[in-house]
């Protein structure tokens, strides 16, 4: 299947900074990427859709200015969290919508997650 | 009312035993269906993959949609203590967001 790549799989940060996840297709372009994120024991959270080129669509109640998205590149989208605090830690998961591989349809395949810790 | 609605368990089995996880959706214009295997503190893994109708395999596992009844399975055969891990059903419409499942917790006792 589809390789989807998350870095870094843990980040530890003081709290008010900033931190940088990245979430890279490998072997396939991805015009769509989805950003997650999952507390213990519940499902994934849809945060926001990351669209190549384009400003990012976010759910209702995730603060835009908060969670930074930016997909510039048909490989690579990048979530920030900015001032980040102890609440804000979480698994954040980003998955890609695979529609050039033959047979897949409209398949999303998903990355290994971050674990961030705000201390 | 959610509109996918998944028993989020947990369930737990004998190893060799037939497994069936099964979710209940509301929304009639979903096309896709997908389960996805999820190990504690991995993201999700994709193991299956319908679309529409119809019976899938792939080695022990075996996916059913049925749309009429908007009903959709996944069967894991000769179940093993590596298959101990959240099912995830999730399924879209289009290229529309995926919606989840709460997700099964899934335990298979040696």
């Known amino acids: 299947g589809a390789v989807v790549s998350q870095h870094p799989s843990r980040v530890i940060c003081k709290s008010g900074t900033s931190v940088k996840i990245e979430c890279r297709s490998l072997?396939?372009?991805?015009?769509?990427m989805f950003w997650y994120r999952q507390f213990p024991k519940q499902s994934l959270m849809l945060m926001a859709t990351?669209?190549?080129?384009?400003?990012?669509?976010?759910e209702q109640g995730v603060e835009k200015d908060k969670f930074l998205i930016n997909h510039a590149s048909l490989t690579l989208s990048t979530l920030t969290v900015t001032s980040a605090h102890p609440e804000d830690s979480s698994f954040y998961i980003c998955?890609?919508?695979?529609?050039?591989?033959?047979?897949?349809?409209?398949?999303?395949?998903f990355g290994e997650g971050s674990w961030l810790t705000v201390v | 009312q959610k509109e996918v609605e998944q028993d989020p368990g947990p369930l737990s089995v004998p190893e060799g035993a037939i497994v069936s996880l099964n979710c209940t959706y509301s929304n009639s214009a979903f096309q896709y269906f997908m389960w996805y295997r999820q190990y504690s503190r991995k993201g999700p893994e994709l193991l299956m993959y319908t679309y529409s109708s119809g019976n899938k395999e792939d080695g022990r596992f075996t996916a059913q949609v049925d749309k009429s009844s908007k009903y959709i399975s996944l069967f894991i055969r000769d179940s093993q203590p590596s298959d101990s891990a959240t099912y995830l059903c999730a399924m879209r419409k289009g290229a529309q967001k995926l919606v989840f499942g709460q997700g099964t917790r899934l335990t298979i006792n040696p």
């Open positions: 998955s890609a919508s695979v529609g050039t591989i033959k047979g897949s349809g409209n398949t999303i395949y």
């Open positions: 072997d396939f372009q991805a015009t769509t």
């Open positions: 990351s669209n190549e080129g384009s400003k990012a669509t976010y």
